[in-house]
């Protein structure tokens, strides 16, 4: 008797597997194939973004769908390891067929996945890695960027520090950032900048903490001796959260102007200090909870709440954004399975995003295959609307897009590279 | 005792030659070959790994070091030289590896058990951390892209029958190590290391030989599986590298010399089925780890060949 | 570089030092005392943090009252995993690497299981009332909490000295270690020593994760983070011993203060190049005694 109820299961589960592949195949969908971290000190964000995806998904699928296809949004946990990672991108496109590469937060995991993406021409869509590299250097035709890299965030910090000359006058600067690409390529982007908008600066230090590293002090007594008007920091994440907890009793930041343009000024950063979070801290992100003030942002944000029951961290707009692009394209070509088609149809296209303020829209630039955005630039201000921060961003200074992007003349120059 | 094992050997040969060398031919997937390269290469490496810790009781937790010299010996040629140096590469990668566990054996076979351990773990680390932030010369953590192996070996289905008769080869060369008289030595060294040095013979140059040799044949391993990813990282090198070749170890068995091959093999299927479904794959990792260890610590093949050895004896017993 | 800057610098490498002690003591403790190395031991620290954090927030504790219960709940996890999994291997051939992969696989779960229940946000703890502030000092600016675990960390060193060296259970767990079983043979009760230690290990590692958590960020793979210092520091200072460990924790923050304003571009490999340093003219570490040379 027992035997035969075995059996019976097995014969179900073995039908189960066999038909479920079909009843897929009746629906048109649009296949998504995320591949963010979901574990270790990047968990945090590939939380933030698989939410956020699967909210534009739900969105979308609500409305019927685009052109008569529903979307689906898979994701395995790629643990920040360029190695997984590419394994997992093959299976997606040998057997799940997937129309779309999607996400990651490590520059290391998207330069091996654009890899990938070139050599089997699928379009695969960068939602938060921030490295320059994947549109300039390694620009290969398949891959988009949604979210501002490095350059542009680097580009917004020195326009902001060429205004504060004028109001009040500085002339040193430091750097503290984490000792691997990251950290290296935006303290050059920084200072390329500065120079490009023809900032003077006396540089006094530059300091490299190994990445993830837990105690920041001697770095910061250091940092006081050398008495710089701005420190730029390069850190992110539980990094600048430390940073800024264990600096704070030293008085750094009554001494220095700290800056932090990239990441500095994630949510996430504001909801781990709450109240420790210093006043007048220069600090910008891809995007902010509390700017623009449009009805979309707000709108996007409360959602997200609901949804998770958190404030979202600026990667989760940056998939929400990779979701709208991808559905927009195939709503322009017709089908999802074209992807030299998809690839027109992404150039130059113009996506409404939450982060646009009144009178921008977003677009991505046809020769980089980078999303093109208004970036701003705020200083912390009490403002506790988004517990647990205790401090939120305000005071903004707002920088053009176009402004932002990186001249001909330096894609050139590394492009020859 | 000699037949047993021949027939053994044979089974486990025929399965390496008839599943991996079909795969192609009963039409998978380029993910399949891939996956299939993976095992392999791998397989290479846990096979390896275990001639340092299965035959000679040293427990080594900084292989990847070695590992990873052979990916980088490739992709950093490729990088600097341009991509048709790939073979020369994994050559260059190959030599490193020589030279490097020669030096660091030296340094290191001077202590014994979980101090050997700790040392292999630092000195993989200190690699690890200066190929990290070399940025200029190494990629740094961005790792490097393109590795594409030139001429007949871009073809993927020539490249993976080239792996498959590498790997074989290799263990083949392996298991005849593990049979010569040095690893008869190394099997008497992990019983009992004073009454080897009693006999006459050096204990340390024996083990100081047979590090270099799981070194370089980990190196080689790692060299081909540049080719297989076309993309090489910092990971590679990582103690956690060496943590899952380990892992891959104990699951298939590390009295046996087989039993890393297999171990690997359901490691990263397991994985690869576990990943694909949940987020929380290190639980159920952790979970299988600790289940191997404290209930079956012989490892797949192990248990499996006491179970047969077991029934046998019943058998016997039943019949008498 | 004047005067009151080394001296600031010293400080700042004494305080980097305490806190890589606070972590270390209970993985040497451990080592020394029970001869097992805990390659988990990163993920008690991190547990540590956790409860420190649970408490506060449930009960809106005190802190100095939430560090306690972190130690004490880290001893427990600790001696609940000691007498559940540990305790079965001792005495195995390869004992040595199948403590690494148990102790290992405690890693994955713990972390694991710390993402399910606390989640993947960085939890946050406040500094203690009365010490959130600096002290001025010849006119240097001294963080006070700073100073305060700069204190902890003496206080500890001398009192696991005099447990250890000058009182009878302190000489039995050190027997223990040499001999399990003349121990055993001589009527002590070996399993519920090694129990003790080892939860008495993870507790040092739960209090230094609650007493760290003020000024770093509490997340899941924390404890991963902290390991390998920890193992650099018991490295260089000798495993298994408390005093070497100390020292071993305050050469390491004294070179990393001093090379962050000496060679900043090379900071981050420096503790790597010491450690390596040390095993090439003393791989047993500087402190440790001399029987672990081998043959």
């Known amino acids: 008797m027992r035997k035969h109820r075995v059996l019976g299961i097995v014969l179900v589960a073995v039908l189960a597997f066999i038909l479920v592949p079909f009843a897929q195949a009746q629906e048109k969908v649009v296949k998504i194939g995320s591949l963010f971290p979901m574990t270790g000190r990047a968990g945090l964000y590939g939380l933030d973004s698989v939410d956020a995806a699967e909210m534009a998904v739900e969105e979308i699928n609500a409305k019927g769908g685009v052109a008569g296809y529903k979307l689906e949004f898979t994701n395995t946990d790629s643990k920040a390891k360029p190695a997984d990672a590419v394994r997992i991108a093959k299976r997606y496109i040998d057997e799940d067929k997937v129309h779309f590469l999607f996400g990651v937060v490590s520059s290391a995991v998207g330069l091996a996945l654009t890899e990938v993406s070139k050599q089997n021409k699928k379009i695969f869509i960068g939602t938060d890695h921030a490295s320059t590299q994947l549109t300039v250097d390694k620009f290969q035709p398949y891959y988009f960027r949604v979210s501002n890299n490095t350059f542009q965030s680097m580009a917004a910090g020195a326009l902001y520090l060429k205004e504060l000359a004028q109001t009040k006058p500085w002339t040193t600067i430091a750097y503290v950032g984490p000792d691997y690409a990251y950290g290296h390529d935006q303290w050059n982007e920084l200072k390329y900048n500065l120079d490009r908008f023809g900032v003077k600066y006396k540089i006094v230090g530059e300091y490299w903490p190994k990445l993830f590293a837990p105690d920041y002090t001697p770095f910061i007594t250091s940092i006081i001796k050398d008495k710089p008007d701005i420190l730029i920091s390069g850190l992110w994440g539980g990094d600048s959260v430390a940073f800024i907890k264990q600096a704070t009793p030293f008085g750094l930041f009554e001494k220095t102007l700290f800056c932090s343009p990239d990441a500095g000024g994630n949510y996430e950063v504001m909801s781990a200090t709450g109240a420790e979070l210093p006043l007048g801290l220069v600090l910008s992100a891809r995007h902010h909870n509390n700017w623009p003030d449009t009805a979309a942002n707000k709108e996007y944000v409360q959602k997200f709440f609901k949804k998770t029951g958190r404030y979202p961290t600026y990667a989760a707009e940056g998939a929400y954004a990779g979701i709208l692009a991808i559905a927009q394209a195939v709503e322009k070509v017709g089908n999802p399975n074209d992807a030299d088609k998809l690839v027109k149809a992404l150039e130059g296209m113009k996506i409404q995003l939450p982060e646009d303020p009144e009178g921008f829209t977003s677009y991505i630039d046809p020769a980089t295959h980078q999303i093109v955005q208004v970036q701003a630039v705020g200083v912390t201000v009490a403002n506790d609307k988004f517990p647990p921060a205790k401090r939120m961003l305000g005071e903004w200074k707002i920088y053009k897009a176009e402004d932002l992007l990186p001249p001909k003349e330096y894609i050139e120059s590394k492009q020859k590279k | ?320 | 570089m004047d005067l009151s800057f080394l001296v600031v610098q010293l400080i700042s490498g004494l305080s980097l030092a305490t806190l890589l002690f606070l972590v270390a003591s209970g993985l040497t403790l451990i080592f020394g005392v029970g001869n097992v190395f805990n390659f988990a031991h990163g993920s008690f620290y991190m547990l540590g943090a956790y409860f420190a954090y649970q408490t506060i927030a449930a009960f809106s504790a005190n802190f100095w009252l939430a560090t306690l219960a972190a130690g004490i709940g880290a001893g427990i996890a600790g001696m609940i995993a000691e007498s559940l999994f540990l305790r079965r291997i001792y005495g195995r051939t390869e004992e040595g690497g199948f403590q690494i992969l148990l102790t290992y696989s405690f890693i994955l779960v713990i972390d694991d299981l710390v993402k399910i229940i606390w989640g993947t946000e960085y939890k946050t703890i406040l500094r203690p009332e009365g010490l959130r502030g600096s002290i001025e000092l010849f006119g240097i600016t001294l963080p006070s909490y700073n100073l305060a675990i700069i204190g902890i960390g003496f206080v500890l060193v001398v009192v696991a000295w005099f447990i250890l060296g000058r009182t009878r259970p302190g000489r039995i767990a050190r027997a223990t270690a040499l001999d399990r079983e003349m121990m055993n043979a001589m009527g002590v009760n070996v399993p519920l020593t090694m129990t003790l230690v080892f939860g008495i290990a993870t507790m040092l590692g739960g209090f230094a994760g609650a007493l760290a958590a003020p000024l770093r960020s509490v997340t899941p793979g924390a404890g991963i983070e902290v390991i390998i210092d920890s193992l650099i520091v018991v490295v260089i200072g000798g495993m298994g011993n408390f005093w070497g460990a100390w020292f071993g924790a305050l050469i390491l923050g004294e070179v990393i203060a001093f090379a962050v304003v000496l060679v900043p571009e090379w900071a981050s490999v420096v503790s790597y190049v010491v450690m390596v340093l040390t095993l090439i003219f003393k791989p047993e570490g500087l402190f440790a005694p001399r029987s672990v040379r081998k043959v």
């Open chain 2, 1 to 320: 005792m000699e037949i047993r094992n021949n027939y053994k050997e044979i089974v486990f040969w025929a399965i390496l030659f008839v599943i991996f060398g079909s795969l192609p031919i009963i039409g998978s997937s380029s993910y399949h070959l891939m996956l299939a390269s993976h095992i392999l290469l791998w397989g290479l490496f846990a096979v390896a790994f275990n001639m340092l810790w299965g035959v000679t009781g040293m427990l080594s937790f900084g292989q990847a070091l070695y590992f990873g010299l052979g990916g980088y010996g490739v992709g950093l040629m490729v990088r600097h030289v341009g991509s048709d140096w790939f073979v020369p590469g994994i050559g260059l990668g190959l030599i490193a590896a020589a030279i490097l566990s020669f030096a660091i054996g030296l340094l290191i076979i001077r202590v014994s058990g979980v101090f050997f351990t700790v040392l292999t773990l630092a000195f993989g680390q200190l690699v690890w951390q200066i190929t990290f932030r070399w940025y200029e010369f190494t990629g740094g953590d961005d790792g490097i892209q393109g590795i594409i192996p030139p001429g007949i070996l871009s073809n993927k289905l020539f490249y993976y029958y080239a792996t498959l008769l590498i790997v074989i080869a290799s263990i083949w060369l392996l298991r005849r190590i593990s049979l010569s008289p040095l690893g008869v030595l190394l099997r008497c060294v992990r019983q009992n290391p004073n009454r080897v040095s009693f006999i006459g013979q050096s204990v340390r140059y024996s083990q100081l030989r047979i590090y270099i040799v799981s070194s370089v044949f980990s190196a080689l391993a790692g060299g081909l599986m540049a080719g297989v990813d076309n993309s090489i990282h910092t990971d590679m090198l990582y103690w956690t590298t060496s943590g899952e070749v380990i892992l891959m170890s104990v699951l298939g068995g590390i009295g046996q010399f087989f039993g890393p091959f297999i171990g690997t093999a359901v490691f990263i299927v397991i994985q690869e089925f576990v990943g694909a479904k949940t987020e929380y794959w290190p639980l159920i990792i952790g979970l299988i780890m600790m289940t191997m260890v404290l209930l079956l610590p012989r490892g797949l093949v192990g248990e499996f060949e006491a179970l047969k050895t077991r029934l046998q004896s019943r058998m016997v017993a039943d019949r008498g």
